[in-house]
């Protein structure tokens, strides 16, 4: 919703004001009866300050907004996510792999995500696509040598908890 142009925006705008629309081609309006669910990484109040986007269509789109952090901000989704692409590709590939090395782990747990979950979910079919049936995905496996992370300052305790580095050293012992 926040890359369309004016003329779309005016269409949407009208759409949701009229309850109508007009057929490509066509020269009479149509009743319509929608709800609309708009998605966007676009912070659309911004872009009505700065003119790029209608003030009227974003109050009407702006009934109940959902604020979804990215994946960066919550990184105990990362485990659960992986599990899930995990069962996807290798059912999809028709490949079995025994899990990911240290390394893996604290490259996915340390990564940034610019392309949020979309981005996790093509490394996990990149490494089991490049990891040799039956082993372990490795890091290299994941990233290719330009996209590496740096340094983790996360990782995964037996447990599957995500703790900062400095912590792992007490991993064995309950959390208080």
Do not use: C, W
Request: aromatic letters at 6%; proline letters at 6%.
């Amino acid at each position: 919703i926040g890359t369309l142009g004016e003329g779309a925006q005016a269409k949407l705008l009208r759409a949701l004001q009229e309850r109508e629309i007009e057929r490509v081609g066509g020269s009479s309006s149509k009743p319509v009866d929608v709800r609309v669910v708009a998605a966007t990484n676009v912070d659309l109040a911004a872009a009505v300050r700065d003119g790029s986007f209608r003030a009227d269509l974003y109050y009407r789109l702006n009934v109940f907004p959902i604020r979804i952090p990215p994946l960066r901000e919550r990184r105990d989704d990362i485990a659960l996510l992986v599990h899930h692409f995990i069962d996807k590709f290798t059912a999809l590939h028709g490949k079995r792999v025994s899990g990911f090395t240290h390394r893996a782990i604290a490259a996915l747990l340390g990564y940034s995500y610019p392309g949020n979950v979309r981005e996790l979910e093509n490394l996990i079919e990149r490494g089991i696509i490049m990891a040799p049936e039956g082993k372990a995905i490795d890091r290299h496996h994941l990233f290719e040598s330009d996209e590496l992370p740096a340094a983790s300052m996360l990782a995964m305790d037996p447990r599957g908890a995500v703790k900062p580095v400095s912590q792992m050293e007490n991993a064995d012992e309950p959390d208080e």
